[in-house]
C-alpha cells in the first residue's frame, strides 16, 4: 500500500521567506510526527498530532515554526522568515496506534536549503 | 528523561564479516527501543523493534538485537555484512511521557569494504 508522502522532496528558498511542508500520512493513522534530521542536531522531534487532541508543539525551535493537520489526514509544516539554520531535511512519520511500541513509518523527508 | 547513545559515528567492516553496532538507553521505565536504516536520500525504515516481548529481536535483511537490561543496552548485529548494507542506522527510544515520540541516537555510518 501507499507510505507516507512528503512534497516537494527538495525546496531552496531565500533567507526571509516562508515555506510550507507537506505530509500526506498512511491512510488510517491517527498519529503524525515532524522530525528535523540536520547535521549539527541529528534526528530532533518537532511536533506531533493525535486525532483531535491538541498537538505537542514541544519541539518546535521557534515562533516561526508552525503545522497543522486538517480533517485528520495532511499535514502542513510553515516556517516563516527563513534563516540560513533552518536547512535540514524535514521527515514526516504516521502511527497506527498511539501507545508505545507502535512504529513510525517514515516519509522520504523533504531537503530545505536557505541561500 | 531518556535518551539513546551510539558509540560510534562511522563503523567499516569486511564484506562477510561480523556487523556490530552499539547503541545504549537511559530509561527510567521499560523502553520501547527501535532500529532503523537510512539508505542516501531516503526515509528511515523500521529494521526491527523490542516492546517487552522476546529479548532477542529478529529484523529484516537478517538482522537482529538483544536487549540487555542490566547493560541498558539493545545493540544490532549481523552475521555477515552484504555490500548492501551500507547505510546510516539510528537507534531510538520510544517517550512514554504520552506522544510516544522517539529520542534518537546520533547514528552510526556503516560502510562495507569489498
Known amino acids: 500500500g501507499a507510505g507516507v508522502s512528503q512534497s516537494p522532496s527538495n525546496k531552496v528558498t531565500e533567507k526571509g521567506k516562508d515555506v510550507e511542508l507537506r505530509c500526506d500520512p498512511i491512510?488510517?493513522?491517527?498519529?503524525l510526527y515532524w522530525y528535523r534530521q540536520s547535521l549539527g542536531q541529528g534526528l530532533e522531534f518537532l511536533i506531533y498530532?493525535?486525532?483531535?487532541?491538541?498537538?505537542?508543539k514541544s519541539g518546535l525551535p521557534s515562533d516561526r515554526f508552525s503545522a497543522e493537520r486538517t480533517g485528520g489526514s495532511v499535514s502542513t509544516l510553515t516556517i516563516q522568515r527563513t534563516q540560513q539554520e533552518d536547512s535540514a531535511v524535514y521527515l514526516c512519520?504516521?502511527?497506527?496506534?498511539?501507545?508505545?511500541?507502535?512504529?513510525?513509518?517514515f516519509g522520504p523527508g523533504t531537503r530545505l536549503t536557505v541561500t | 528523561a531518556q535518551s539513546v547513545t551510539q558509540l560510534g559515528s562511522h563503523v567499516s567492516v569486511s564484506e562477510g564479516a561480523l556487523v556490530l553496532l552499539r547503541c545504549n538507553y537511559s530509561?527510567?521505565?521499560?523502553?520501547?527501543l527501535f532500529w532503523y536504516v537510512q539508505y542516501p536520500n531516503q526515509g528511515l525504515q523500521l529494521l526491527l523493534k523490542?516492546?517487552?516481548?522476546?529479548?532477542l529481536v529478529k529484523g529484516i535483511n537478517g538482522f537482529e538485537a538483544e536487549f540487555k537490561k542490566s547493560e541498558t543496552s539493545f545493540h544490532l548485529t549481523k552475521p555477515s555484512a552484504h555490500m548492501s548494507d551500507a547505510a546510516e542506522y539510528f537507534c531510538?527510544?520510544?517517550?512514554?511521557?504520552?506522544?510516544?515520540?522517539?529520542?534518537f541516537g546520533t547514528g552510526t555510518r556503516l560502510k562495507v569494504l569489498a
Open positions: 512519520a504516521s502511527s497506527t496506534r498511539w501507545t508505545s511500541g507502535g512504529e513510525q513509518y
Open positions: 491512510s488510517g493513522h491517527t498519529a
Open positions: 498530532f493525535q486525532g483531535n487532541s491538541a498537538p505537542d
Open positions: 530509561s527510567s521505565v521499560p523502553p520501547y
Open positions: 523490542y516492546t517487552s516481548a522476546a529479548t
Open positions: 531510538a527510544v520510544s517517550d512514554q511521557t504520552g506522544t510516544y515520540k522517539y529520542i
